[in-house]
């Protein structure tokens, strides 16, 4: 195994890695079946061309899985990360972007998920702290289902100075919190903006919470105290989504 190299496992993770034109698959590890069900979905392409395959059987592929007590379902590979990107040249002469960005999340479950929401609704990005990033997670990956392979990612050193940054470029900055001023649906979501999102437990930093214009909530049920990250993150999302279909 290479240094820079990590297993993913599960179907639509491995399938949607060797998809993926600019991610390096080392090898793939399969049973019988999970074989001929990738011919199935992708029968005018050999996406296992220039690929080292392995066949296992399932008790041979649960090693991988075993520790984080993950179901492989027949697909195991050994991938290595894609290039990182550079905000700085994504937001160059581009307008109406909306990126998430996360402040202390951490959990690989709740991140995976989140980035299959930002897939799936059209979000042009993720900003997160390079040092929080789970990015050999197997479980964040699995929880993407395959949506990581399609989502641009930012890693940055520091979110405050990113924010910041951003905010000079006429981005405008929403906290999404319980207690927020207003909810979200009161905003019209035009220009560019930022879906600043905090850890469940504490919500967005103070100290990051400074670099925010306006925080925005999610007005739910008051018999419930508060929506997991992930759930929060698509409601939102595809709220913006349907605004900029509209605008089309």
Known sequence: MNKSSFFIVGQHAVIEALKNP?????KVFLTEESKK????????????????VYFKNKKELDKYTNKEQLTHGGYVAEIEHLEQLDIKEFINKKNNLTFACLD??????????LIRSAVAFNIDGL?????QFPKDSKLM?????GCIEYLNIFEVSNINSTLKNLREKNFWVYGLDSNGD???????????????????GFGVRKHTAKYTDFTVRIDINNQI?????????????HHINQLKKQKK
Request: charged share 35%; no cysteine.
């Open 22 to 26: 600019k991610r390096k698959v080392l």
């Open 37 to 52: 069900n990738i011919h199935r979905k992708s029968p005018k392409k050999n996406i296992l061309h220039d690929v080292k």
């Open 104 to 113: 202390e999340v951490t959990d690989p479950r709740n991140i995976g998920s």
């Open 127 to 131: 900003i997160i702290k390079e040092r």
């Open 141 to 145: 990956y699995k929880s993407a289902s």
């Open 182 to 200: 207003k909810d979200f649906t009161e905003t019209k979501w035009e220009g560019k903006n930022i879906l600043l999102f905090g850890s469940e």
């Open 225 to 237: 105290e508060s929506l997991n990250i992930s759930n929060s993150a698509a409601i939102v999302f």
